[in-house]
Nanobody, 117 residues
């Protein structure tokens, strides 16, 4: 089992910046890629950014150039730096960890990000 605990988030004005962090505990050696997803009210959960254990990243088109994902394997953390925030970035952000062995996904409890116009 893997537990994910997120921190960060909050309220920011348009154009501002926020950072999210997620720490994994438990069977962390079983984790492959980690990432951040978000879900806005009335919408489906969507991928924001993902990073493999080797550091390869991909970001959703909507956040490219504004958000940056990073990872520290020694500390079992994944972070998301969010710059130039827009009201449409408002959502609950979830940390995710994949277990390649069987495809199981682990999720954090979610953290609210609100961008005011």
């Amino acid at each position: 089992q893997v537990q994910l605990v997120e921190s960060g988030g909050g309220l920011v004005q348009t154009g501002g910046s926020l950072g999210l962090s997620c720490t994994a505990s438990g069977s962390t050696l079983s984790i492959g890629a980690m990432g951040w997803y978000r879900q806005a009210p009335g919408k489906q959960r969507e991928l924001v950014a993902r990073i493999t254990r080797s550091g390869r990243t991909n970001h959703a088109d909507s956040v490219k150039g504004r958000f940056s994902i990073s990872r520290d394997n020694a500390k079992n953390t994944v972070s998301l730096q969010m710059n130039s925030l827009k009201p449409e970035d408002t959502a609950i952000y979830y940390c995710n960890a994949e277990r390649p062995f069987d495809g199981i996904n682990y999720w954090g409890q979610g953290t609210q990000v609100t961008v005011s116009s």
